[in-house]
């Protein structure tokens, strides 16, 4: 139930490639970018308290070389499969209510997730990449102050 995320993306990208079902260019590439040496990945997928921090490190190669198609598709079907189990079943909230996106992932394929909204007949109101950013920032427009006693 982690479609979408930074984790699902680092899962599908090992095992493209040590499925060897990445392109030969791509697979040489993310293994120069990382080191794969299985033992490693092991260790840091079983090993660690936080496998899903390793995997969402691959998200930067992702978003790197997003226009190849092999990363495209990887990019779209996964939205697709976020937008299907976690927004359509809001459907009718979503007449009332507009649809934010917040984190990096969200901020960096929200081509890719509007293009599976507008699929559906949906429309995303905003992508926030950190919502601390975006807090100060609305905090600063509306001239925000504390009075301390």
């Not at 392109?23 to 936080?50: C, H, M, Q, W």
């Not at 996964?78 to 901020?107: C, T, W």
Request: aromatic share 14%; proline share 3%; charged share 30%.
């Amino acid at each position: 139930m982690d479609e979408g995320s930074g984790n699902y993306f680092g899962k599908k990208l090992l095992q493209g490639y040590y499925y060897k079902k990445m392109p030969e260019e791509l697979r040489l590439s993310f293994g120069a970018a990382f080191n794969l040496k299985e033992k490693k990945v092991i260790d840091k997928l079983y090993k660690s308290a936080t496998p899903n921090k390793y995997l969402a490190e691959f998200a930067k190669f992702m978003f790197e070389n997003e226009e190849h198609p092999y990363i495209a598709k990887l990019l779209a079907k996964g939205m697709e499969k976020f937008i299907e189990n976690h927004i359509l079943q809001y459907r009718d909230e979503l007449k009332k209510v507009p649809l934010h996106f917040v984190g990096s992932i969200a901020y960096h394929g929200r081509d890719f997730i509007n293009n599976e909204l507008a699929k559906k007949g949906l429309l995303a109101t905003s992508f926030v990449r950190r919502p601390m950013e975006n807090l100060i920032h609305h905090l600063r427009e509306d001239n925000f102050h504390v009075e301390l006693n």
